[in-house]
């Protein structure tokens, strides 16, 4: 049946499992499936690539009408989500779309308007807030015992070298390098660690000779806090990513093993488990907003705060490393 507005209704979920239809089976996908093996509640029940090969359906059109998919998930090239998940919403599908969201705010907002216009869930896939030993110091820091947050550091690489994708490399489809692909994984870690969406950010980037996007940033999240985020982004083939939370009565060292408080080893896991396991939460977390009507971990709006940032930090570099505000 069709809205006036000729939107369909959001298809019934009086079933179990519910039914995922994933866009696209690259990498990230097949994360996706492997947390979604480990979750009663979802289940796989189409894929569509654009490789014949890798899909159980001819197109997106077929997997929209498929019968068993409540669930759209986005796993394609940033620039596509928009309009994906708008139609995925028209069709009355609730989505989950990888991160970032879209590639400017105005895609953001378009998404936000459609899911609403359709009454679906509109899930941004910001799964690293998902992570044992990010909960653990979330949990740490809003408990008080370590006092007040002094300062505020990240640094993160991201392999821009053979065997990545090709899109990775093109602004077109990518939406930009390094702040646009794992930059928005930082904002979102230091808002939920510190409570509060970035206002302001002053930042340079690099872009090597001939490239067409940035391998490297550096600069400052401001708050509306005495606390600044200071973060560095680079491309490495050695993977590092630490987040140092300096506090009145000890510090917390977030590394991709687990969490040190205070000198004491309080979450220790093995990387590439963690990492699906991040997966499996998200969506256990989706069942109970989807199914349940729990209220979602994360709200539509916060994915695109994420994206203004970024892009708060693209006209920043532009004025080399002027503070500029965040329009979100």
């Known amino acids: 049946m069709s809205s006036e507005a000729g939107v369909q209704q959001p298809h019934p979920l009086s079933r179990t499992p519910l039914g995922l239809g994933l866009v696209g089976a690259g990498e990230v996908a097949e994360r996706h499936i492997a947390a979604a093996a480990t979750v009663d509640d979802v289940r796989v029940a189409a894929v569509y690539d654009v490789r014949p090969e890798r899909s159980t359906v001819p197109d997106f059109d077929a997997l929209l009408a498929h019968p068993e998919v409540d669930v759209v998930v986005l796993t394609v090239p940033h620039a596509l989500h928009e309009d994906l998940a708008v139609r995925a919403a028209a069709a009355g599908r609730h989505v989950l779309v990888e991160k970032p969201m879209a590639t400017t705010t105005a895609g953001c907002a378009r998404m936000i308007?459609?899911?609403?216009?359709?009454?679906?869930?509109?899930?941004?896939?910001?799964?690293?807030?998902?992570?044992?030993?990010?909960?653990?110091?979330?949990?740490?820091?809003?408990?008080?015992?370590?006092?007040?947050?002094?300062?505020?550091?990240?640094?993160?690489?991201?392999?821009?070298?053979?065997?990545?994708?090709?899109?990775?490399?093109?602004?077109?489809?990518?939406?930009?390098?390094?702040?646009?692909?794992?930059?928005?994984?930082?904002?979102?870690?230091?808002?939920?660690?510190?409570?509060?969406a970035p206002v302001a950010v002053a930042a340079t980037t690099q872009t090597p000779d001939g490239w067409r996007i940035e391998t490297s940033a550096d600069g400052e999240l401001f708050f509306d806090a005495p606390v600044t985020c200071h973060f560095r982004w680079y491309s490495a083939e050695a993977f590092r990513h630490e987040t140092t939370v300096e506090c009145e009565r000890g510090t917390l060292l977030l590394d991709p093993t687990g969490l040190t408080a205070g000198g004491r080893r309080v979450v220790e896991f093995d990387a590439d488990r963690e990492y699906t396991e991040s997966f499996a939460r998200q969506y256990r977390a989706l069942v109970r907003t989807v199914r349940d009507g729990a209220e979602p971990e994360i709200r539509p709006a916060e994915g695109l705060a994420a994206v203004a940032t970024v892009e708060a930090i693209y006209a920043s570099a532009q004025r080399q490393g002027v503070r500029m505000a965040i329009n979100s």
């Open 113 to 196: 308007a459609a899911a609403e216009a359709a009454g679906v869930v509109l899930w941004v896939g910001q799964q690293q807030r998902q992570f044992a030993h990010v909960r653990a110091a979330r949990d740490l820091l809003r408990s008080g015992d370590f006092g007040a947050i002094l300062r505020y550091r990240e640094i993160r690489s991201n392999h821009y070298g053979p065997g990545r994708p090709a899109w990775f490399f093109d602004p077109g489809l990518a939406g930009g390098g390094v702040s646009m692909l794992v930059g928005v994984h930082t904002i979102d870690r230091a808002s939920i660690l510190l409570g509060a």
